[in-house]
């Protein structure tokens, strides 16, 4: 067998090298060696030169030797058709070419029946028609067996379906990885070469793996695809353009974490003087955020009434309590602009930043709109009230999801608590909306430092022209 045989050629080929270098060094050092320092160096160097390029050239032609031999044993005969599945196998993608190179190779060429179980599922995947393995008293043995519990590796079968330990015996062999089992049943095993059975075993464990991971890729790949039209969809609920809106410019910001949010915004001008402004943040991450998010938006756009705030923070609490996910909700701020009036009518259901950047007669002062209603979705609601504050000309409208104010430099501090955050946003109302944003949007990744964010940026502002 090829283990022998190569072990012969190395025997032979260390034996030769030996004795050449024995005689090329006796015929170098001569009989009176000199007992100069120098003298003896200079004939060590050459002996170690001539000991190096010998064994250079014995390796080199041991290595010639042993790949003839290899071809010779493992491509000719009967090993040609375990060879020729291995090699085959090395470039296998999918079950599909698995099952190919069975059929061509192994039945085809070698008059092999073949079985190929998923004992974990208990089914069958592969079975050579017409042959041995399609007998049920065959695959009732080997069930009885051959359990699940079956160590992994290479197992060699007898006349009677049992373990045999010698191959030279054995009218096949069996594969055993990850719950599955490979049979292979050929009236010459005998006549393989044991050499071939380790590489076949794990060139076939490196091609369930490297299945599975190329299932998985296509499985990813296949889900991106799902995302990404889910984010599309998603991205159709917000406005594509801000609507042109007297005395009132709106501008709008939107970064999902992941291709996917939980942010939401919209502008519904319910008169020439009226606009309902809205934006707001549901809880967690992923899909459930945002078939939440879908929702809200729908509920809001399909009430008559936008001037109901109380009745569309309700309405928004029951359709989320009717998907009954338990721990989805939303933070949400709703504001009614008048500029024929001047002012905003809101409900700020727990949403942190809102804010009105006005202009004084010593600077910007920013008034919070703050919070007068519970989180939206979880807890039964009280009476929701709304509150009123006044507009002026000029005023800056300032609407944020927590992704803004809770982004942190390297110290861990929030942005939201920082001086350098007020003095922006007092800094840019004098610009307008879109202006406004990328100053602050510039800020948000400066002060990150470049490091990956936590959470989805939304921001809408409007500002009263007056």
């Not at 008059?111 to 049920?136: A, E, G, W």
Request: charged share 25%; with cysteine; proline share 3%.
């Amino acid at each position: 067998m090829f283990k022998q045989k190569r072990y012969a050629v190395m025997m032979v080929t260390n034996i030769l090298l030996v004795t050449v270098v024995v005689f090329l060094v006796s015929g170098i050092i001569p009989e009176n060696f000199s007992n100069q320092k120098g003298r003896q160096i200079f004939m060590w160097g050459v002996v170690f030169v001539v000991f190096t390029a010998v064994s250079l050239l014995f390796h080199k032609v041991s290595f010639l030797l042993v790949d003839k031999l290899r071809k010779r044993t493992f491509f000719s005969g009967e090993n040609s058709i375990i060879s020729e599945f291995l090699d085959k196998l090395r470039l296998c993608y999918s079950l599909d070419d698995f099952y190919e190179i069975i059929g061509t190779v192994l039945e085809e060429k070698g008059d092999c029946s073949v079985l190929f179980i998923d004992k974990r599922k208990d089914f069958v995947l592969y079975n050579s028609p017409d042959k041995l393995t399609c007998k049920k008293e065959v695959l009732r043995i080997l069930d009885q067996n051959f359990p699940d519990s079956w160590p992994e590796g290479c197992h060699f079968l007898g006349d009677n379906f049992g373990i045999v330990s010698d191959e030279k015996t054995a009218r096949g062999f069996f594969f055993v990885y990850d719950h599955r089992q490979f049979y292979v049943f050929c009236r010459y095993t005998k006549l393989f070469d044991p050499f071939l059975y380790d590489p076949l075993y794990r060139e076939f464990t490196r091609f369930f793996r490297r299945a599975r991971t190329i299932d998985d890729l296509a499985e990813i790949s296949e889900l991106s695809s799902e995302w990404n039209q889910l984010a599309d969809t998603q991205r159709s609920f917000l406005p594509p353009v801000m609507p042109t809106i007297e005395k009132l410019s709106v501008a709008a910001y939107y970064r999902p974490l992941v291709n996917v949010s939980g942010d939401y915004y919209s502008v519904l001008p319910i008169s020439r003087t009226k606009t309902l402004l809205m934006l707001g943040d549901v809880s967690g991450k992923g899909l459930a955020a945002a078939l939440v998010m879908g929702l809200v938006m729908n509920t809001v756009k399909i009430l008559d009434n936008k001037e109901d705030l109380p009745n569309m923070i309700r309405s928004v609490d029951k359709a989320i309590k009717g998907m009954k996910l338990q721990d989805k909700y939303t933070v949400l701020f709703l504001g009614i602009v008048d500029t024929a009036n001047m002012t905003i009518r809101y409900v700020n259901a727990s949403m942190s930043d809102p804010l009105i950047i006005s202009r004084s007669a010593d600077g910007y002062k920013i008034k919070p709109l703050t919070s007068n209603c519970s989180l939206v979705g979880i807890i039964e609601l009280d009476d929701v009230t709304v509150a009123e504050q006044r507009l002026f000309r000029g005023d800056v409208i300032l609407m944020a999801s927590d992704g803004v104010s809770e982004v942190m430099d390297e110290s861990g501090e929030e942005l939201g608590n920082t001086k350098l955050y007020e003095d922006t946003i007092k800094s840019s109302a004098a610009k307008g909306p879109q202006e406004f944003i990328d100053d602050v949007v510039n800020l948000v990744f400066s002060y990150n430092g470049g490091r990956k964010l936590r959470d989805d940026l939304t921001m809408m502002v409007a500002k009263v022209e007056g």
